[in-house]
């Protein structure tokens, strides 16, 4: 079995800011703290978190929604494991809607 301790950088982008955002945190985490890890595009893979200690999920919104393949991500049990969800949008009350809107949809 493999070592459950590398870390994952998830993200759903249209546009690209979300998946720019998404490597520069994987960038910031291997090459500041050393850490392994992969990153991977919700939109094309599906990945197990078994192998994972910390998780980075990231997402661009449209119209007040977080892209559906992060929202699905995210509504899995982390268990343990240390999370941080990253988003990206033009409206600065927006995080404050979509914090709501992923709330009352877990
Ligand atoms: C059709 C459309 C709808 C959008 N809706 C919102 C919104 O409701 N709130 C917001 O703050 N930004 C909104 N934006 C801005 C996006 O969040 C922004 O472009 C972000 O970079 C998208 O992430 P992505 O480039 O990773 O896809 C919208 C953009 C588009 C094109």
Known sequence: MEKADKTLVAYASKSGAAE????????????SYNLEVD????????????????VVVGSGIRMNKVYSEALKFMKQDFENRNWLFS????????????????????
Do not use: G
């Open 20 to 31: 720019e955002a998404a490597k520069t945190i994987a960038d910031i985490l291997k090459n």
């Open 39 to 54: 990153l991977v595009n919700l939109r094309k893979e599906k990945p197990n978190l078994a192998q994972y200690k910390n």
């Open 87 to 106: 988003f990206v949008a033009e409206e600065l009350e927006t995080q404050k809607d979509m914090m709501n809107h992923v709330r009352n949809t877990s």
